[in-house]
């Protein structure tokens, strides 16, 4: 059975964009292979960031990640601070990745070149990035388009590191493969830019029934449909990519036929996805509001998945350490 390494920073807010990006994936995907799930809270820090709200943003996420369906039976499910090998090989990654690859990633120049002053873990976490798959011998990383650089920038590290440590048979990393999401990307409810918490122009997947409609109701749609006689086109429609991920595909059939036809207005069409979102989300909504009540269970859930990371982890380190030359420190 293939391993699968993926993680998602704790921003306090599961919403449908990384629900149908990525989360609805990871549950089908547990049932099929090896998999790995982390909230990266490592990650989170390398923007600025709000120290007293991390511990909360770490477990709410974890919340979101089991109320959606993630079972701890069937993945392992952990902080990725709580294995602190992630650092330590990130660490030794750095010493073989290419300076001049890491300044051309296109993230990293985006991130850079909004701030005043750029902390060297902006530039380095694509690094981080290889050390948290590699540090599980990963070979499939479930990843969006826009991830396929760093993606690809870590394979080269892992030939690199092989290169120079993994010769002479036994123990090398693999290359990991991507895992390409299907799914087309969500954007916002403006319609323009990626789905974001920070932007305000997301539905979270904890979000009520009034409070879906509420903000699906004045979401941009395909801007041709000035009246409800012009026919639209759903192909660059936002709320049709939404249909796509809550509703059944003969009403996807229909949602398309009515659009070309104008033979229904956008609030028809926006009633029809609200309540196939509500019928989704309600479950989850309940399963997240039963988990908070019981943040234990999920403390648990998270020491007992960090506990069988670390238990990998340890393995891999030990053979890192020992093919890079550092003394062991138990033996005698
Ligand atoms: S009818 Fe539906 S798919 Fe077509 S433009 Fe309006 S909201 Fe979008």
Redesign the pocket.
Known sequence: MARVFSGIQPSGELHIGNYLGAVQNWVKLQSQHDCLFSVVDLHAITQAYEVATLPHRTLEMAVGLLAAGLDPARCILFVQSHVPEHTELNWLLNTVTPLGELERQTQFKDKAQRQESVPAGLLNYPVLQAADVLLYVATLVPVGEDQLQHLELMREIARRWNARFGTGGGFQFPEPQALLSTAKRVLGLDGHAKMSKSLGNTISLFDPPETIWGKLRPAA??PA?VTRKDP???DI?N??TI?QGFSPPDTQTQ??H??RTAG???L???RVLADNMIATLGPIRERAQELRSHPERVREVLRSGAAKARTIARGTMAEVRRRMGFLDAEER
């Open positions: 749609t395909d449909r639209g086109n759903p429609c709320i049709f249909h949602v398309a009515n659009c229904w207005g956008c028809d069409c926006k």
